[in-house]
Each structure stands twice: as structure tokens, then as C-alpha cells.
């Protein structure tokens, strides 16, 4: 009997290759196992236990039409055909799309109801699949559904990359990264499921389930792979699912379900692999061989049993001879002046990657929305106000580049706040809005804000002037932040509606001026720093010693100013779902602090940092839940405030540019040069833009979409590339206008004027 | 870890805890399953009867909820091995000295996990284990407390005494927490280093008539079970 082996890798993230190879000589010693790779660099090739080795070029060298042919002679002639790798079992699936007797691989249309993420072929199965969304939508949803989930996603690719992406420029430059490496477009975003993970392998052929085992890991290498784990037998609810999968997939071969394991005992599958995992040898160390029963089946030959040795298995790392006939090959020379030397996979597997999109191109997609549904454009869609205000501009007469002042938009976020704060208000609990001076100090929109029933939330008494300027009265005024005494001497001396201490010396500070009239506060409080959040704000809650220090300090705030508490955190920093959790657990602390204290809350200040879309969009409202939640735990709360600066802003301004120049390089990559640049629009890293360009001919805003241009500043910067993988309409020249919409929050406010002479 | 001499210190000093009083004798024969701690108590934190230790009970409570982060409230307290590493105690210790010390032993774990799990609303039970270890462990243990000079009747040739939680997972399912540790004890009952022995769970019997289940097994309520 003569079994092929292949996926013999065998480093930290090694192949199945050398684990089956050592369970098939357990169960057929006397056979001729056939190592097979597709490099002489791949270390499991010099593995004793192999009796022959069939080694190829790399995949990229490979001629894969005369390879199949050398494969099917294999099998014709009776030899066995394993496959350690995923990529390789697509191939093979490609050349026998009906399968051959002897080839031990799923079929073809098997492996196409396990493509991620959707694992059709596992919807019967009790485990849930976590939220994805595929890359192929907007920037603007993409990182709606990285706020959704708390920066805890992960980028993937179809096969088996998967990148944390926890803020929006490591997003970009990920899902640069891995559309190259695996030549496609096509890449999906996951939530994070925290966990214990797990696996289920199973063995098959032609349909019928051999055999099945479940192992949890008990070590885990940084990658996150196993180093160790208990094998124990698969719960019957997962078995019968199991058995019906791998009969209406017409499976053989091996397979891996991975999966994680959540606190409230949920199972979500991460995804499926077309093959035995690296772990293999660890089941039959446990009386598990699958590999031999795989090959029983195939073959009608009884494999040799061998008793359990013991329930759990570990890894070790061996040295082990080299194969005189084949050599080490030299290690290439690094890059002159370059660290280290590349550790990919020496077969050349990303190569096989790119040669299989050639064959089919759609044979290594990802599986998103039923077949028949229309993929998404990946175009941003511009609310109807964006589109009138900026109809109204006469941009012929206009030096770019230049913020636009989106009146109606502006009007209308103002005038929503409004009635939702009324909305929300009732005879015992006042709900207002704080209008966070420093996302746009912009005279227009503190205006709006106080035409719209804000107050003036201000971190400077520079910012206080500016508010009192447009009309705001002192008592109207928010006062926060670590620089309220700056700049000195203009510190308002009538009564303002609240001041929030940001730490306990600020706190002295500003009981001692209350004691010395010189300054008024309709409420005092303080800005706690909760744990669990990076921030440099507020009194910290890290220690029950500086907790203790926080009480005492609170004792201490004058008893004829009702007392407050201010806590700021950024949805769009943190996620909504997590904005939510700390919300309540800042609710708990405000208990523990009126309890030990002896004040009661008065008015609770729960800062900004709001998303627009979801400050706006949220219907259900989080806002009005979070005011019900209040109610019930902090009863002598009478106000309510909320400071949505950003949510105001951001869409309130657009900037105008025009382009300067296009330069087309080989590959459709583009390098266009614009007026404007990252001086203009600071915050190009972190969140996505909406853009348009406005066509010279019909004067039609036309959407930007995604694809191989990069729009460089004009700056003399190396990072001034404003935005990378951009697709300019059909006919775009230099001189046409671009519109960056949603430029109205920190863009304008920290923005700079280097470049401008 | 709970002293005889000590607990008897503590009672008279924090009446009000209603602790039990009754003496330990450390000397009796290891005939039942729960040898020489057959009787033994679990550990108890003592209140100063002051700001001091509310103030502590307070920020341990909403710290502990600020950690979940969102998570599973049946996930584990595993900050606290984070907030406090584990080792020699000395005993009476009062919750402003439980909460704010750098190291701590099983017993203050115990105890701190179990104030956090009940206030989020996970019904939970004081646990008490007896463990399987090497003579070359016991023997660096007892060492580590003698420096101290915190006594190691825990410590019983090759076995140990230590404590946890029993968090109840289902109608009448437990898993078992070790806040020392930071991990879940593995149910499969493995022989060997580092292996449960034996294991009580201090609970009112009111609707566990029958006990309650642990992967396999089912472990009757406030007596020593063998694992
Ligand atoms: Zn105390
Ligand atoms: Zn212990």
C-alpha cells in the first residue's frame, strides 16, 4: 500500500503533514508512506517515518496541468493521496471535480458549502456563526460595523489569514496587505467572539462519518494555535448534525470545524478547513486515529489499532538529521541594511493562491449573501441635505482648497437634538445638550446651538469668551476639562450652570475659589476616570486608595452648589455595544460614590464622543435608555446632559479641493496630486470620508468609489496621502472639483496652515 | 488561609461576622476525604466596622464590574490575579487590607470573588479543595511561609489545602472558579500534579437536596467529596 502525505511544514504554525504520517505508520506499518512538498525548505521532509519523498517545485514554478496528470497516474495506480493543505485540496478538487476512489479530499461542491463565512454546509450543527460583513461595502458601513463592534473584528481573508483590526488605519492598511497576498478584493470583517477554543476533527469517506473527536486547547502558541489540548468523544447533539453534514456534502477525507467556546457555554464557529488539522497525532494518541480509518475505509485493508496512550497531548520540538539527499538550502542574503530574512511559507503557497483565481475565479470566494443577491457597490450614500447645500455653492468663484458650511445639514442635526432632548424630559428629569465648543468653535454653529435650547460646553475660558460672544449667558455654560484657568484673569465671576473637576488638585483649586467668591457654580462636581479606559481625564478609580482619596475630595465640594458628575467616553472609540456596559458600570460607581460620600447626584454629565450616525440614527436610542437606566439608579438626578460635538460638527462642514495633476503607473494604479491636503483634513487616519466629485459637464455629484488611486496633498510630507484606494469616476482631469464630506469635526478644528506661505 | 488561633482572634474582635468559632484541630487523622481539614473553615474577611472597609467593599464591587467589559457575567473575576498575586497571608485580614494588598492568599481570593460574583447577580458558593502536589512543592511553600511567618498548616505532605468558588452555571450545574489560579478547574478529574483530590462546596442544601452536578460527577453539599 502506497499513501501520499502532503503539508509536511513543520514550524510554529505547522501542517498536519507530519502528525498523519506518524498516526498511518501506528496504523499500517508496513506501508509505503510518500512524503510530498512543494519545497526542499519545508522541515518535515527529513521526518524519518517518510519512506519516499516526491518532492515539486514551488507553486508558483509548478506546471499544474502536467503535475495533475503525474497525481492521477498516482492514483490510478493505486496509491493513496492525503492532503495537509487547504490550498492544495482546492487544486486537486479542481482536476477531479468528481473525485477519484483514491484521492482522500473532499469534493469539490463540498468544499464550496465550507467556504467562510457563512459554512453552509454547518447550519445544522449547535453553533452560531459570528456577525460579519463583507469588504465589498462602503468604507463609511465597514467602520459603522467596527463602532457596532467595539474594535474587536477581525479582517480576513478567504483561506486563513485573519488580522485584528482595532482602529481604522491598521483596517486600511490590513486589507491592503492581505487583498495583495491573496489576490482578491473579496476579504470580510468578524466580530470577536472571546472564548475557549475548540475543535471538532472528522474523518469520511464518500459520505459516510468514520469517526469524530473533540479537543479543547489547553496551550496556545502567540498565533493563537495549538500547542496542547484533552481529546475527549463528540456530545452526541453535535454527532448526529455532524454525520447528516458530511452526508449531504459527499464528503472523504478530514476535516476541522474550529471553534470558540463563549462564558455562557455557546459554541461559534470560526471556520471549517477542508482538511486534518495540524493536531491530528494528538487524537490518536487518545485512541482516536482517523487518519488509519480514513484509509481503511478507502482501502478495505483493517488498520492495526493501538490502545489510548493518554487523553491530552503536547507538543515538543525536536531536532531531527537532515536527508543527505536533500541538503539545507542556503539562506537568501537579507536586503542590505534590512533585518532578518523571510520566514514565509517556502512551497510558494500564496502563488497556488493566485494561480487558482485563474482556473475559477470565483472557486476561492468568500460566501457572503445567498446566491442571486446583489453585491453592494461600496458606495457611501449621501444624505439628501449633503447634496443640497453643497448645490448651493458657487464653486466656480471658489479658492480650494475651502471648507464648505453645510447650512441645511447643520440646521437640521441641531434642530433633531433638540427635539429629542425635549422628547426625553420630564417634570423630574431635564435632559439637555452641551455643545462641545472645541470639535468647531465655528461662530455659526455655536450659534445654532444656542438658538437650539444647548449650553455652551467649553475646556478654556477662551472657549467661555467665544460662547458669551455669539450670546450664551454665564449661566449657560459648561465648564470642564484640565485648562479651565487658562488663560489666566477671565474667569467669568457670575454664577455658571456647572464645573467639573478633573483632578483633586483642580478640585482644591476651585473649592477654594467658590470660598473666595471668585468664582459661581449652579452645580460643582468632579470627571471620574474609569478603569478599563485609556484616557488621561478625570479623577482615577484604579485603587480602593485614590477611590478613597476621591471621596474625601468629594466631601469637601461646597454643600451650597448641587453636585455633579462628569464622565466622557467616545462611542466611536470604544464600540456602542461596550459605550453601553461602561455607561452602566459608571452608574455603579456614581452609587458607591453618593453612598460613601453622603452628596447625592444631581445632575450627571455623560460627555460625548458620539459618532454622528450613531448619535442620530439611533432610534431606539440609546440615549433614551441610558436616561431610564438614571432614573432607576441615581433618583435624585434632576438634569441630564449630553454633549454631542462631534455627532453636531462633523457632518456640518465638507472640504473642496480640485486636482492638480493624475499620473497613471503600470496595474491601473493611480497617484493623483490635489490642492488640499492633511493640513486640511487631519483626521484622514482614523474615520472614513464620504466623497464626491462634481462633474464638469453635467455638474452631477458623482460618488467616489473604491479601487487603485491614491490621492496625494500638496504637502512636502511623506504621509500626506489624504486617500488611498479611491476610484475616480470615468473622465476625472486635473481641475475637477472633489468634495470630502463629513470634514466638519476635528478635521476643521485641527486643522493647520502649513504649506498655505 | 484561616488559623485556629487566629479565627479565634477574629471572633472576638468582629463578633457581628457570626463566622463559626469551633477550634480546628490540625492534628486529626487523614481518614475521611477531607483529612486533616475535615472541619475546616472557609476564610473570612473581617470589617473594620469603619469607612475604611466599605469604602474597600464598595470600589472592590464596582471595580469588578467595570473589568467585565462587556463580557459574560459568568466569566471568571480574572483581574484579581492581576490586582493582587498570590501568597502568604496573615490572618484576621480586614477588607481594607484584603483589597488593597499586594499579595494575598487563596483564602482572600475566595472570599473577594465571591462578594463579586454575587453582586452581579451569578448565584455562587464558597469552595474548599484538597489538592495533589509533589513533596518538592509542599516543601517550597512551606518555606515561602515560613519567611513570612504565616503559619502552613494548609500544607499536608503531599496535598494542600485551598479555596475557591462554586459558580452556578444551570438549574443545578457548578463550575469551579480558582481566583488564585485565574482558571476554571478542569472537570475531567485527571490524576497527578496539580489534580483535585477532594472538594466541598459550602451551600445551603434548600433545593440541592441531591447536590450538585460537576461535569460528571455530583458532589452532595457541605462534606468533603472524593474526586
Ligand atoms: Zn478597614
Ligand atoms: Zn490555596
Given at each position: ?37 512543494y ?17 515539486q517545485r514551488?507553486w508558483g514554478e509548478l506546471d499544474l496541468d502536467a503535475y495533475g496528470d503525474k497525481v492521477c497516474e498516482a492514483l ?12 492544495e485540496?482546492m487544486w486537486l478538487a479542481s482536476v477531479f471535480p ?253 502563488a497556488l493562491?493566485?494561480r487558482l483565481?485563474k482556473i475559477d475565479?470565483?472557486m ?394 | ?227
Open positions: 500500500m502506497k499513501i501520499y502525505v502532503s503539508g509536511l511544514y513543520a514550524g510554529g504554525n505547522p501542517q498536519p503533514g507530519v502528525g498523519i504520517v506518524r498516526s498511518l505508520r501506528q496504523g499500517y506499518p508496513d506501508a509505503t508512506i510518500v512524503g510530498v512538498e519545497s526542499n525548505r519545508v522541515s518535515g521532509i527529513h521526518f524519518d517515518e517518510l519512506d519516499e519523498l516526491w518532492i514551488p490510478d495506480a493505486g496509491g493513496l493521496w492525503i492532503s495537509g493543505s487547504d490550498l485540496a468528481d473525485g477519484h476512489p483514491n484521492l482522500l479530499a473532499p469534493p469539490m461542491s463540498g468544499i464550496k458549502r465550507i467556504t467562510k463565512p457563512v459554512v453552509e454546509a454547518a447550519s445544522s450543527l449547535p453553533i452560531k456563526i459570528p456577525t460579519y460583513l463583507s469588504t465589498e461595502h462602503s468604507d463609511w458601513d465597514l467602520h459603522a460595523f467596527c463602532r457596532e463592534h467595539n474594535w474587536r473584528v477581525w479582517l480576513k481573508g478567504p483561506y486563513y489569514d485573519a488580522s485584528r483590526t482595532p482602529t481604522w488605519d491598521t483596517f486600511t492598511a490590513v486589507r491592503n496587505a492581505l487583498s495583495k497576498v491573496w489576490s482578491t478584493e473579496k476579504l470580510f470583517l468578524q466580530a470577536h467572539v472571546s472564548g475557549y477554543e475548540e475543535s471538532v476533527m472528522l474523518s469520511a469517506y464518500r459520505g459516510e462519518l468514520l469517526g469524530a473527536v473533540s479537543m479543547r486547547k489547553r496551550d496556545i502558541t502567540p498565533e493563537g494555535k495549538t500547542w496542547a489540548g484533552d481529546v475527549s468523544e463528540v456530545p452526541l447533539a453535535f454527532m448526529e448534525p455532524l454525520r447528516q453534514m458530511v452526508r449531504d456534502t459527499n464528503w472523504t477525507g478530514g476535516g476541522e470545524l474550529e471553534m470558540v467556546r463563549d462564558g455562557s457555554d455557546q459554541l461559534w464557529l470560526i471556520e471549517m478547513n477542508p482538511r486534518f488539522p495540524a493536531w491530528v497525532h494528538g487524537s490518536t494518541i487518545a485512541g482516536h486515529n482517523l487518519p488509519a480509518l480514513l484509509v481503511q475505509a478507502a482501502s478495505g485493508v483493517v488498520a492495526k489499532t493501538v490502545p489510548a496512550e493518554a487523553s491530552e497531548f503536547t507538543r515538543i520540538v525536536l531536532e531531527v538529521p537532515v536527508r543527505p539527499d536533500y541538503p539545507l538550502p542556503p539562506l537568501p542574503e537579507p536586503f542590505a541594511g534590512a533585518v532578518g530574512h523571510s520566514m514565509k511559507h517556502p512551497s510558494g503557497l500564496t493562491a493566485a483565481h475565479p470565483d476561492l470566494d468568500v460566501a457572503m449573501a445567498p446566491d442571486g443577491t446583489e453585491p453592494p457597490n461600496g458606495l457611501a450614500e449621501l444624505p439628501d441635505t449633503f447634496v443640497a447645500d453643497i448645490g448651493r455653492q458657487d464653486f466656480d468663484a471658489m479658492q480650494t482648497p475651502q471648507y464648505i458650511y453645510m447650512e441645511s445639514t447643520a440646521e437640521s442635526l441641531f434642530k433633531r437634538a433638540d427635539d429629542r432632548a425635549h422628547r426625553l424630559s420630564t417634570n423630574d428629569v431635564e435632559v439637555i445638550s452641551g455643545y462641545s465648543i472645541k470639535t468647531n468653535p465655528d461662530k455659526r454653529l455655536i450659534k445654532l446651538a444656542l438658538d437650539h435650547g444647548f449650553y455652551a460646553e467649553a475646556i478654556s475660558l477662551g472657549e467661555v469668551q467665544s460662547a458669551l460672544e455669539v450670546g450664551f449667558r454665564p449661566d449657560q455654560v459648561i465648564l470642564n476639562g484640565p485648562g479651565k484657568w487658562w488663560p489666566e484673569g477671565l474667569m467669568p465671576r457670575e454664577t455658571m450652570h456647572a464645573v467639573f473637576c478633573d483632578s483633586i488638585a483642580d478640585l482644591d483649586r476651585v473649592v477654594a475659589a467658590v470660598a473666595a467668591g471668585e468664582m459661581s457654580a449652579k452645580h460643582i462636581g468632579i470627571r471620574i476616570r474609569t478603569p478599563n479606559i485609556t484616557s488621561r481625564f478625570g479623577i482615577p478609580l484604579d485603587s480602593p486608595t485614590t477611590f478613597a482619596k476621591l471621596i474625601a475630595a468629594v466631601k469637601r465640594l461646597p454643600t451650597d452648589s448641587a453636585f455633579g458628575v462628569h464622565f466622557h467616553m467616545a462611542s466611536s472609540h470604544v464600540g456602542v455595544a461596550q459605550w453601553w456596559h461602561l455607561f452602566e458600570s459608571m452608574l455603579r460607581w456614581c452609587q458607591s460614590i453618593e453612598k460613601l460620600s453622603g452628596r447625592t447626584i444631581e445632575m450627571l454629565d455623560m460627555g460625548g464622543g458620539w459618532y454622528p450616525d450613531d448619535w442620530h440614527e439611533d432610534q431606539i436610542s440609546k440615549i433614551a435608555r441610558a436616561v431610564e437606566r438614571v432614573r432607576t439608579m441615581l433618583p435624585a438626578v434632576r438634569q441630564i446632559a449630553s454633549e454631542p460635538g462631534k455627532a453636531m460638527a462633523q457632518p456640518s462642514m465638507a472640504l473642496a479641493m480640485r486636482i492638480l495633476e493624475i499620473q497613471e503607473h503600470e496595474d491601473d494604479y493611480v497617484e493623483a496630486v490635489v490642492d488640499a491636503s492633511i493640513a486640511e483634513i487631519p483626521m484622514h487616519f482614523w474615520q472614513p470620508h464620504r466623497m464626491v466629485r462634481k462633474c464638469s459637464e453635467t455638474g452631477e455629484l458623482q460618488p467616489i468609489g473604491r479601487g487603485k488611486t491614491h490621492l496625494m496633498g500638496r504637502l512636502c510630507m511623506e504621509h500626506d496621502i489624504i486617500a488611498s484606494n479611491v476610484q475616480l469616476p470615468e473622465g476625472t482631469r486635473a481641475g475637477d472639483l472633489l468634495i470630502f464630506c463629513d470634514a466638519g469635526g476635528y478635521d476643521r478644528s485641527m486643522s493647520y496652515v502649513f504649506g498655505r506661505g | 488561609m484561616y488559623l485556629a488561633e487566629d479565627k479565634a482572634k477574629a471572633s472576638t474582635v468582629q463578633p457581628a461576622d457570626g463566622h463559626c468559632a469551633d477550634t480546628v484541630d490540625l492534628m486529626t487523622a487523614a481518614t475521611a476525604p477531607g483529612g486533616k481539614w475535615q472541619t475546616f473553615p472557609n476564610s473570612h474577611i473581617s470589617h473594620h466596622g469603619a469607612a475604611c472597609c466599605d469604602i474597600a467593599h464598595e470600589w472592590l464591587i464596582a471595580f469588578d464590574y467595570a473589568q467585565l467589559n462587556g463580557g459574560d457575567v459568568l466569566t471568571g473575576p480574572r483581574w484579581m490575579r492581576e490586582h493582587s498575586k498570590w501568597g502568604p497571608t496573615a490572618w484576621p485580614i480586614h477588607w481594607c487590607e484584603a483589597v488593597d494588598a499586594d499579595v494575598v492568599d487563596c483564602g482572600v481570593h475566595a472570599a473577594i470573588a465571591q462578594e463579586a460574583f454575587v453582586a452581579r447577580g451569578v448565584p455562587a458558593f464558597r469552595a474548599q479543595f484538597i489538592q495533589r502536589y509533589s513533596a518538592d512543592a509542599t516543601a517550597s511553600w512551606r518555606e515561602n511561609w515560613d519567611k513570612e511567618s504565616v503559619s502552613d498548616h494548609w500544607i499536608d505532605g503531599d496535598a494542600i489545602y485551598h479555596e475557591g468558588n462554586a459558580v452556578l452555571v444551570g438549574t443545578d450545574e457548578v463550575k469551579l472558579w480558582d481566583g488564585s489560579a485565574g482558571w476554571w478547574i478542569n472537570p475531567r478529574g485527571e490524576m497527578g500534579y496539580g489534580s483535585l483530590a477532594a472538594v466541598r462546596i459550602e451551600a445551603d442544601l434548600e433545593g440541592f437536596e441531591d447536590g450538585l452536578r460537576w461535569g460528571e460527577r455530583r458532589i452532595k453539599l457541605n462534606q468533603w467529596v472524593a474526586v
